[in-house]
Nanobody, 123 residues
Framework: QLRLVESGGGLVQPGGSLKLSCTVN????????MGWFRQAPGKEPEGILC????????SYADSVKGRFTISRDYAKNMVYLQMNSLEPEDTAVYHC????????????????WGQGTQVTVSS
């Protein structure tokens, strides 16, 4: 059964870093586009980054360019989101997602997504 489980969220001060992990069960990473999207309270989901089957990465949100990076480990079947220079505006629930051919930037453009992990940036 396909399942995505995120981990690594928490409370961090502005300017700090976090690395989120996504464990993918029941599916091979090289068979799908992987990505992360986030949703803050009262806001629409926002696509963050995605990585294609070939390994190229695409930035979705201008606000995270130069601060967030996406990577994946084929051997462990895991996807990561490294977040640096975090800002209070980055506070949200972060979801790992997959799609067959497009970047999974929201629940409506994803085939599967996880329950999410909370990231709170506050002093």
């Amino acid at each position: 059964q396909l399942r995505l489980v995120e981990s690594g969220g928490g409370l961090v001060q502005p300017g700090g870093s976090l690395k989120l992990s996504c464990t993918v069960n029941g599916f091979s990473l090289d068979a799908a586009v992987m990505g992360w999207f986030r949703q803050a309270p009262g806001k629409e989901p926002e696509g963050i980054l995605c990585i294609s089957k070939s390994g190229d990465s695409i930035s979705y949100a201008d606000s995270v360019k130069g601060r967030f990076t996406i990577s994946r480990d084929y051997a462990k079947n895991m996807v990561y989101l490294q977040m640096n220079s975090l800002e209070p505006e980055d506070t949200a629930v972060y979801h790992c997602a997959i799609a067959e051919s497009t970047c999974p930037s929201s629940p409506w453009t994803s085939d599967y997504w996880g329950q999410g992990t909370q990231v709170t940036v506050s002093s």
